[in-house]
């Protein structure tokens, strides 16, 4: 090997670590932004603001309706006409979200309500939520650690950060591209199309969110907010009718700073972790053949699925694109694609490190546990129906996913055990130990009025 | 929630360091992206569709760095104004988190909490366009201007808040922005060469080479990599003259290969397309390759085109080359000047 070869991976490296690291940026700086205007609106108007910011995204930059009717022939503008009449209709569709929600106040407040009242509705919802507002997982972080803070409780949280990379308008639709054209292909027959692999990604990736939301509000019970960093708790209740008197005479520029350092702050503390992430995941990505790993994956479908699983893990491709990568690895099993495409968006490199800026090792190490698990569980049974290795009678098939569910309840069980003893237990919230605290130490530094 | 994040006080400096290292970082990084996209490197790394996110992801960082950098500097002069004579009472009730032991005189660092601190008193001064909220005291709550209060933090656990500021980070923050200083990276994903294993070379050989005219059609690598997963066009293709581009690697004087990367997203998902290119074993004596004039550059290649079957159940793409005295090697081997249509990546 001569010394060009070593330049070329180096080369190679800063190209990957700079694609990874470009292509996840727009979407950290919206999701910083996003997060400044969460923590400065008052927490009843929340919704509304969401939505409507939700709307103008989505309206935008992925309806873009001008651009719609100019490629149709409808309508000739030039393209910077067409570019901002998109954004005008945009704003006015955001403006009249925001205006309904306004006027409808009294019905959010009782929807809200009543959805806080029934937390596994809540936790349902919740995986569903990334079709409202789409955010590639980088943004998500951001926005979350905010909507935490706000009160949305983390069972809802962990759902959304879970699922919203999935069950997202975007990667739906990029799913069903990459895998179109394979329909037929006789050197690979029984592949999944991109209906099916649409279908299966978006089915297994919130089923497995939402059993991990349910797992963390079993966890929110018993170890309550020491399951999150101290940044994230939530402060006091406190009167929210008078918070709004009090936030209308905030002038907006006051608004403005706040919300530009708290996007800033959050841009500075997710994008650190963000680089750490894909360095790791650009020298694994050099040193990893994705040929390789299709070599060693061929005629084991078990295999396939754990380092296809492995792959996602290090490649840390946005959840836009991997449905391409996936699609590449032609004779793979269908099975271990939807592997790859499940786990990706939900962990790699980046997201793990940073998760560690949201949640504490214990629920790190539970999500991070469940869905591989899950992941693994679901790709292999898949496996097994799609292949159709299974001749069952239809009380067979009753008898085996009544036998699944019975085992992933059981494996959830042990895993909470394992963990209770793994990781020491903290069921004092920092709130409490904070109050003992300043009963313990001189408060005779402290004046009080 | 509202609060007022003005209310430094004590060691403020640290506070006002850390707020102008991050807008100093945060605009480099802006600056950066948008630089990226002006320069065109940007196509090195993304693809055309994702493009625009950098510009409007700098624009929007610069935009909000710029806007932060005015509010410090009016927070600067409202602090330097008022003198900071106010009497702080510092009621530090509901941290909402554990502090522990920093080992040190907590005089201030930067809370990401509320202290229960209300809006700014003043209305009149709040309300005054582009005039930063005074840190005094508000209503119900006071400092105290040492604030000695003396936390006793513990060691060996996360303060998740702002303790001073942490250097380390806008260290690593810098990394991309030193990294395009540098001119990194330079180019696009550079491939390995594909060698020929002794099976392909002898399909190669007794794959017979009827051909199906002489008129050239030109293929795409997408077209290439489709139809080498389509039976009927691999059928209608196999034995047609092509011409095909893509970038020169290898060091045998009979074959090389022609890599081409497909990205959709980003350069990390980027997939290489193969083609394996050699002389017509029965002219390879004659006619030779010079791989030091070639190798790393892009090429059109003129040859004829078969599909050989690989053991996974796919096919390898394979250009025959059929030089004569009429059409010499140069000729089918064209130089470029640089990628097609300025576009590196096929995607």
């Known amino acids: 090997m001569d010394n060009t070869v070593y330049l070329d991976q180096v080369q190679n490296f800063f190209t990957n670590f700079s694609s990874i690291l470009f292509e996840a940026m727009p979407w950290v700086v919206l999701g910083a932004v996003l997060a400044g205007i969460v923590q400065e609106i008052p927490q009843r108007r929340a919704p509304a603001v969401m939505l409507a910011l939700s709307a103008l995204l989505i309206t935008g930059y992925f309806v873009s309706p001008v651009t719609r009717l100019v490629d149709r022939g409808l309508l000739s503008l030039h393209p910077v006409a067409v570019i901002a009449c998109n954004w005008v209709v945009a704003v006015a569709v955001a403006g009249g979200v925001f205006a309904v929600l306004i006027a409808c106040q009294p019905a959010v407040d009782q929807l809200l309500g009543y959805l806080g009242r029934r937390r596994y509705l809540s936790i349902f919802l919740s995986g569903l939520l990334g079709l409202v507002i789409p955010m590639c997982e980088c943004g998500i972080i951001p926005l979350t650690r905010r909507l935490l803070r706000k009160g949305l409780p983390i069972s809802c949280c962990v759902t959304y950060i879970l699922s919203g990379p999935i069950l997202n308008v975007v990667v739906l639709m990029t799913t069903y591209a990459a895998f179109a054209p394979r329909a037929a292909d006789p050197n690979s027959p029984n592949q999944m199309n991109g209906l099916w692999m649409l279908g299966m990604r978006a089915g297994l990736g919130f089923l497995v969110a939402f059993v991990v939301g349910l797992v963390v509000e079993q966890m929110q019970k018993r170890y309550g907010v020491s399951l999150l960093k101290g940044l994230m708790i939530r402060k006091g209740d406190e009167d929210e009718d008078k918070d709004l008197e009090v936030e209308s005479r905030i002038s907006w520029w006051k608004r403005v700073s706040n919300i530009t350092e708290t996007a800033l702050h959050d841009f500075v503390d997710i994008s650190v972790f963000l680089i750490i992430g894909a360095l790791i995941a650009a020298a694994a990505k050099v040193a990893i053949d994705a040929k390789t790993i299709a070599a060693y994956s061929e005629g084991k479908p078990t295999l396939a699925i754990a380092i296809m699983m492995t792959f996602a893990v290090i490649v840390t491709l946005c959840s836009e694109a991997d449905a391409f990568v996936a699609a590449s690895f032609g004779t793979l099993r269908p099975a271990a694609k939807l592997a790859f495409l499940v786990l990706g968006p939900m962990l790699d490199f980046k997201l793990i490190m940073m998760y560690t800026r949201i949640f504490r090792p214990r629920l790190m190490a539970t999500i991070i546990t469940c869905v591989v698990f899950q992941v693994f569980v679901y790709s292999y049974v898949t496996h097994v129906i799609w292949e159709r290795q299974l001749a069952l009678e239809w009380w067979g098939w009753v008898l085996f996913w009544a036998a699944l569910v019975g085992l992933l309840a059981v494996m959830i069980v042990l895993i909470q055990l394992l963990l209770r003893v793994v990781l020491p237990e903290k069921t004092e919230e920092p709130a409490a130990s904070h109050r003992k605290h300043a009963d313990e130490h001189a408060p005779s530094t402290v004046k009080l009025n | ?347």
């Open chain 2, 1 to 347: 929630m509202a609060h007022d994040h003005a209310h430094h006080h004590g060691d403020g400096n640290s506070y006002f360091l850390e707020q102008l290292f991050t807008i100093a970082v945060c605009g480099a990084i802006g600056g950066v992206m948008v630089m990226l996209y002006v320069t065109g490197r940007i196509g090195y790394l993304l693809a055309a569709s994702q493009q625009p996110g950098v510009l409007l992801g700098g624009v929007g960082l610069l935009t909000l760095a710029l806007l932060r950098g005015i509010a410090v500097w009016f927070d600067v002069g409202a602090k330097q104004a008022s003198g900071h004579a106010h009497d702080h009472n510092h009621a530090h009730g509901p941290c909402d988190h554990d502090h522990g032991d920093c080992g040190h005189d907590h005089h201030h660092h930067h809370h990401e909490h509320e202290h229960g601190v209300k809006a700014a008193a003043s209305p009149a001064l709040t309300n005054l366009p582009l005039a930063a909220a005074p840190s005094v005291a508000v209503s119900g709550h006071s400092h105290d201007d040492h604030h000695d209060h003396d936390h006793h933090h513990h060691h060996g656990h996360d303060h998740d808040h702002d303790h001073g500021w942490a250097p380390w980070r806008f260290m690593l923050l810098l990394l991309p922005v030193i990294l395009f200083l540098l001119g990194l990276p330079s180019k696009g994903i550079v491939g390995k060469e594909v060698s020929l294993n002794a099976a392909d070379v002898a399909q190669i050989n007794n794959m017979n080479k009827g051909d199906k005219g002489d008129k050239v059609v030109t293929l795409s690598f997408l077209e290439l990599e489709k139809a080498s997963m389509n039976v009927n066009v691999r059928d209608d293709l196999a034995g047609r003259l092509i011409s095909v581009t893509g970038k020169y690697m290898g060091s045998d004087p009979a074959h090389f290969t022609l890599v081409r990367f497909k990205i959709n997203c980003c350069a990390a998902d980027a997939i290489p397309l193969n083609a394996v290119i050699m002389v017509n074993p029965p002219d390879q004596k004659k006619y030779k390759l010079d791989p030091a004039q070639y190798n790393g550059q892009w090429v059109t290649v003129t040859g004829r085109l078969f599909f050989v079957p690989q053991q996974n159940g796919e096919y390898r793409t394979v250009v025959i080359l059929e030089p004569s005295e009429e059409k010499p090697l140069s000729g089918l081997v064209d130089k470029l000047p640089g990628p097609p249509a300025g576009n590196e990546y096929a995607s």
